[in-house]
């Protein structure tokens, strides 16, 4: 049976959900209509755009660059901070809304997702009608825009959504691939990254058709299953099925750039338990745990190392972890050269649901992580910087990484 599949993807995600916030606030403006872009913090150096308005496109701003240069190219440029806690928001009301039109939707990234569409038309129409509703829907009750593209499989349907932008609908059928899709330049294809479409471009396939009429076992021999498989997307092939299971995680981490370069330890092993506290949030939230922890720090001059950790048994208490990173930092750093960036892995995940335990297990563990698991729920309910351990409690620390404002905020040891 032939499928009808739907990619819907968020127009300029972070910016739209921050314009949306601010509409809300006065005096109202709509980011979306001048030049504007989300930004890191400069004051601690992540002064880079985000995401940026088509008014800040159309002055050439670009994803990526630094604040400094995209002032340079409009001083009038406003300038918002990212909130992620906004944007995961944004993110599940989007997915709820899609879910409402079929029981088969699946996540891609925090701002598109792909919908099975088959059988669905007696409930909502044709597809050209059905995805209408949604992109209505979705702007009426979230005010923002998506894109939608439509075919018969994923591949197609997010080749169909990158089309014209925003606030568009098109379709990319198999019998309309030579038309819509073969004349398109090789970088436009799904899969064909700067290396590759670098590759392609060597020998002379600059669009998508030419590869797609390419004799796959030049691509084979050239790019091995990388080009089988690209050879295939450019003749609109996939047979992935759009599926409601999540996609299991290899690993998790977060890292930052310190708001100022660190020569002492103590003060760095803070910043290490700060994001200990978020990397193993995420870690419980998605009912895992770790064998494998790992640390990288670059340096003042940007030069970079990393250790890695393999433990015993599999851990997901906050405390855990962070005894394991106390020892890689020790075996990374001396402390002769200034610390500018410090990232946290944890990797080789399993589900708790299937995790042995010990008999040796101590108590003190346990405690930890039923602490955790409270910490958990209050953040949750009220927000990540409700509740703070005692150990982090530092003016200077505060307001340099979290900027805790918070009055009735609590602390934990």
């Known amino acids: 049976m032939e499928r009808t599949i739907f990619h819907i993807d968020a ?9 949306v916030k601010l509409l809300n606030e006065w005096p109202p403006i709509d980011l979306r209509s001048v030049p504007s872009v989300v930004g890191g913090s400069e004051q601690s150096r992540k002064g880079i755009v985000l995401a940026s308005s088509i008014p800040a496109k159309q002055l050439g701003i670009k994803t990526g660059e ?39 939707v699946q996540k891609f990234s925090i701002d598109e997702l792909f919908l099975d569409y088959t059988n669905m038309e007696p409930h909502f129409g044709p597809p050209l009608e059905g995805a209408k509703k ?14 939608i593209g439509i075919s018969t499989n994923k591949l197609l349907a997010k080749m169909a959504s990158d089309f014209e932008k925003p606030d568009k609908i098109h379709t990319l059928y198999p019998d309309e691939i030579k038309e819509k899709m073969w004349p398109l330049p090789i970088g436009n294809l799904f899969m064909v990254g700067r290396q590759t479409k670098k590759k392609l471009l060597d020998i002379g396939i600059d669009t998508i058709g030419k590869l797609a009429n390419c004799d796959i076992e030049i691509m084979k021999k050239y ?3 990388h080009g089988e498989l690209i050879h295939k997307y450019a003749n609109g092939i996939d047979a992935s099925l ?86 890689l930092v020790n075996e ?39 602490i955790d698991g409270v ?31 918070n009055p009735s905020m609590k602390s934990y040891l």
């Open 11 to 19: 127009n300029s995600e972070f910016l739209s959900w921050s314009a």
């Open 66 to 104: 630094t604040l400094y240069s995209a002032r340079l190219k409009c001083p009038e440029l406003i300038v918002v901070p990212p909130d992620f806690e906004l944007y995961e928001d944004m993110s599940a009301k989007f997915f709820k809304i899609c879910n409402s039109f079929s029981p088969l």
């Open 134 to 147: 949604i992109s209505e829907k979705i702007k009426s009750e979230l005010g923002f825009t998506v894109n």
């Open 223 to 225: 790019l091995k299953s």
């Open 242 to 327: 759009v599926t409601t299971e999540k996609e299991p995680y290899k690993s998790i981490s977060n890292g930052s750039t310190l708001p100022r370069d660190i020569s002492d330890k103590g003060e760095l092993l803070k910043y290490a338990l700060s994001l200990c506290e978020k990397v193993c949030s995420r870690l419980r939230k998605e009912g895992v745990s770790a064998s494998v922890v790992d640390v990288g720090i670059r340096f003042k001059d940007l030069s970079y190392c990393s250790h890695q950790k393999k433990l015993l048994k599999y851990i997901y208490s906050t405390n855990d972890v962070y005894s394991a990173v106390k020892d």
């Open 332 to 370: 990374l750093w001396s402390g002769e050269t200034p610390v500018r960036a410090i990232t946290i892995g944890l990797s080789d995940l399993v589900s708790n649901e299937y995790q042995q335990y010990s008999f040796f297990d101590d108590d003190k563990s346990k405690k930890y992580e039923k």
């Open 375 to 405: 910490v958990d729920e209050l953040r949750e309910k009220y927000g990540f910087h409700c509740i703070t351990r005692a150990s982090l409690v530092d003016d200077k620390f505060h307001k340099n990484v979290l900027k805790y404002q």
